[in-house]
């Protein structure tokens, strides 16, 4: 009976996890439209009709710049100006959209903020290379929680106990060592007693917590609730954004680009970021539609590209709740940015790199100040 509820766990685990991370093992159905696709060739994509594609994940926190884009078609405009189309790749995270920028399958990405630093430090087997730099921030959102065993009461019993991350998302293990900091302790790579470990793939994760494996989880809010569900044991310890020196709201999504067009096609990312900072502002006038815009987005990229008919849901009510902590930015936080690098060097993640191979701030600015807008700092 034991074995046949891991099984049944298993199950409802990978079929969930495959919306959260895209690290499920479903073969995607290629089809391409104006605003869903897969992107199937390696060509440069500026090689014919001058178009540029963007990717963006379908995620419960997608990015407002793409969703409010979807109404008021921005960058279509301003880019039209000067004679450019673009196309929109929507598509998941990590198994996807990563092999798709080994290849320079597209110029700019939406992208989760602690998935391309990872992706920088090029240790994870579903890609990574040093052909991106953020160019600027997306969305702010208050999302990492610490899921912990029923029995354990405080941060200070996971001494000398393991915390499972996916995805060797390398900015969570950051996250949770400044709450550790608070209680005397730190995770292993920073010299201390609480050992990490990752995980590929979220199902595998959840079953080593279920079993007792692990003491705690790093996770997200858009995942609180399946854990729960899943693995009764389980309870929120807390929000790792808490306190000060956390947040309250932190970078989970940044806009990036192609180093070569940041090098050599300035003008492209020029225009690129104007129509960012516009999309931007928009997003901050027009708050209250962005859950169901994410919501709607999210759905199409089951219904209408994976032709998915059962896939997990998220309900109206959720969507606008995860949203109120959530504010679109263009300001990529350099701070933080520079401390997840920082953290990644110290750990031993990061080699043989700079912070400039993860951040290039100039053109951003060159932009604002040209718009009559502070720079960020």
């Keep these: 009976m034991k074995i046949f509820k891991k099984l049944i766990l298993l199950v409802l685990v990978s079929l969930f996890v495959f919306s959260i991370t895209g690290c499920g093992e479903k073969k995607v159905d290629n089809t391409s439209s104006e605003e869903e696709s897969q992107v199937v060739t390696s060509q440069s994509t500026l090689a014919n009709n001058k178009e540029i594609k963007i990717a963006y994940i379908a995620m419960p926190n997608a990015a407002p710049q ?20 673009v196309k929109w790749v929507l598509t998941r995270s990590l198994d996807n959209i990563w092999p798709m920028m080994d290849k320079d399958e597209v110029d700019f990405v939406y992208i989760p903020t602690q998935n391309f630093i990872t992706y920088v430090t090029e240790t994870s087997d579903f890609g990574g290379s040093d052909k991106y730099r953020i160019i600027a921030g997306s969305l702010e959102h208050d999302f990492f929680l610490l899921m912990v065993d029923s029995k354990i009461k405080s ?39 609480v050992e990490i470990e990752y995980l590929d793939w979220m199902n595998k994760l959840w079953d080593n917590f279920s079993s007792g494996e ?37 970078p989970q999504n940044s806009l990036i680009a192609k180093k070569d067009l940041i090098d050599n096609k300035s003008e492209i990312v020029n225009l690129i970021l104007k129509a960012h900072i516009e999309a931007t502002e928009i997003s901050l006038e027009n708050k209250d539609e962005l859950p169901l815009l994410a919501k709607s987005t999210y759905e199409d990229y089951y219904e209408k590209v994976l032709k998915a008919a059962d896939y997990p849901k998220y309900s109206k009510e959720f969507m606008i709740n995860d949203w109120k902590e959530s504010e679109p930015t263009y ?38 100040v040209e718009l009559n807008k502070s720079p960020i700092k």
């Design 66 to 85: 793409v969703l409010i884009n979807k109404k008021e078609k921005i960058f279509e405009s301003l880019l039209a100006e000067e004679g450019y189309t």
């Design 155 to 193: 941060l200070k019993e996971l001494e000398n106990k393991t915390v499972g991350i996916v995805n060797k998302f390398y900015v969570e293990e950051m996250a949770l060592n400044k709450q550790l900091e608070n209680v005397g302790l730190s995770t292993k790579s920073m010299g201390g007693t």
């Design 214 to 250: 692990y003491a705690g989880i790093v996770t997200w809010t858009s995942v609180q609730g399946a854990v729960e569900k899943n693995i009764p044991n389980s309870k929120l310890l807390l929000n790792l954004n808490e306190g000060e020196e956390n947040g309250p709201s932190l």
């Design 331 to 368: 300001d990529p936080n350099l701070a933080y940015i520079k401390e997840a690098y920082d953290f990644t060097v110290k750990a031993g993640y990061l080699k043989n790199k700079e912070l400039e191979n993860l951040i290039d701030t100039k053109p951003i600015n060159e932009v604002l």
